[in-house]
């Protein structure tokens, strides 16, 4: 196995100013896992649902060479469930619902298979499970990109910043960046990130682009302007999914490599809002991909 | 003359979180010439001040090449004052007040070395005043490039769409395309504001960096991450006098000169938000200008 991701496998129900999507499927570790398919084959899940989550959606994750030997399903329980509303400006929403279910107990186990991966990619999770899963790896991965969110910074800021110290990129976004380092300006945020242990930050900035912060250089790649945004969710996880999927593929940490990620992680990013849950996802072609890819390179180029 | 620019000379009051500068030099034109004065020589200013206002800010923008012969100095009267108050985040103001004084009735006459200048800015005034000004042009300029506000949106829309339908170019912010077009994408505000006229319209997201749409063609350019932002007042028009002044010295408007263009605008902003008023363009060298150039390049530059 190369890459490992931990993270939700779970239902969404969302409403955005152009419909509602009930009970669709989502989850932080579905959608890096579908992103970075689009890089590796070698690539394993870690997560729990109830035995409610559809066998054909698993089938389908399956067939996109997702391993889930790491994916623990419950008798008789009920699936991560998560309901959210979009307000008119895409950018922020509010929490209609959590139901934790399977999660309130979820223990990874990471499948021996899986514990030499060289990537780990950290899902927005409580800290302490992601901490569990860098434990259990038997040799320290080459790589380990953890997710979170302001969530964890408002009520578990401790664990949180353990777990940051042991990863090597963090990607957030840039009110969590404000909020994690207590600086305003991004430039002196991630100063401060990188002195809690990440070398890298990714400043993640939804419509307005991504920030790399790279052992004191800086990369800033725009998004792809839409004509329609349909529904943000997943988009971060989408973008971390393509990011770590190219570096498992180059198999390589550089600043070139990481610059490269950021485009293919916005690329996947600019699909997976285009229609609800992961519909855009499930149809998109590597074609397509490489067609936007080479439209990043026309929106940023200029000479002087 | 090359360039001739209409703008508000003005004197400012402004509170940041990191102080207050009272009745310092402001106003658009000043930052626009000050901003296009690092490309061309051959550029004049259209205003109104009073007889308060400082005769050795005058000078200095004399020194700088601009000529004033189009700025009215009214005897017994004041000039323009503005007081606002930035937020926390530096990307919202209050407005605290507004004196227009001479600009009240200001009637703008274009000297006769003036009216033949191929390139035209008009920056933010009444809607009414940038059409006189078009008006008195003895040939139509080769660019006319337009910079306004939500406050005309809001109070004088039909003038204002008059005005739009007559120039190359619109520069305003993402809102403002959104609040113009009543579209939230703004690769569709840019198709509906491309219909009311400008061929070209460059959308400025401050931080965020800036827009360029281009009869269908986008360009995306970033802002420069920086370590402080000390006073974001003129960053906008100090953008588009580096716009400006730069397809002024490269006398071209193609897709790839615009592209430049942005980079020098967004280079000058960059430098002008560094400290209070003008003071930092006061002492801003051309190798800076240079150096934050290659910076730029460096800052999004990327091989797939």
Chains 1, 2 share one sequence.
Not at 8 to 35: C, H, L, Q
Not at 69 to 77: F, S, T, Y
Request: with cysteine; proline share 4%; aromatic share 10%.
């Amino acid at each position: 196995m190369k890459l490992v991701t931990v993270g939700t496998v779970a239902f969404d129900t969302i409403e955005t100013p152009y419909g509602k999507a009930e009970r669709v499927v989502g989850g932080a570790a579905t959608y890096i896992s579908i992103a970075a398919s689009y890089f590796t084959k070698e690539l394993g899940l870690v997560s729990v649902v109830g035995d409610d989550f559809p066998n054909e959606e698993l089938k389908y994750m399956q067939k996109r060479g997702i391993n889930l030997d790491g994916l623990q399903i419950k008798e008789g329980e009920k699936s991560f469930f998560w309901a959210g509303r979009y307000h008119n400006n895409m950018n922020s929403r509010d929490t209609l619902d959590t139901q934790l279910n399977v999660l309130a107990d979820f223990k990874p186990k990471l499948p021996t298979s899986y514990r030499n991966a060289k990537y780990l990619m950290l899902g927005n999770l409580t800290p302490e499970i992601q901490a569990k899963v860098i434990g259990q790896m038997k040799s320290k991965p080459k790589l380990i990109v953890m997710d979170t969110m302001n969530f964890w910074m408002d009520i578990a800021m401790p664990a949180l910043k353990k777990t940051i110290k042991k990863v090597d990129v963090l990607t957030i976004n840039d009110e969590e960046a404000r909020q994690l380092s207590g600086e305003y300006s991004l430039v002196n945020a991630a100063k401060a990130i990188h002195k809690m242990g990440p070398k890298v930050l990714v400043i993640k900035k939804g419509e307005h682009g991504a920030l790399l912060f790279y052992n004191g250089k800086m990369f800033y790649a725009p998004a792809m302007p839409l004509a329609q945004v349909y529904d943000p969710t997943g988009a971060g996880d989408t973008f971390a999914g393509g990011f770590i999927g190219y570096l498992v593929k180059a198999n390589s940490t550089t600043f070139e490599n990481m610059k490269r990620a950021v485009i293919y992680g916005s690329t996947l990013a600019s699909f997976c809002v285009e229609e609800f849950s992961i519909a855009r996802l499930k149809r998109l072609k590597q074609s397509e991909v490489n067609k936007r890819v080479k439209e990043f390179e026309k929106l940023t180029k200029f000479t002087m």
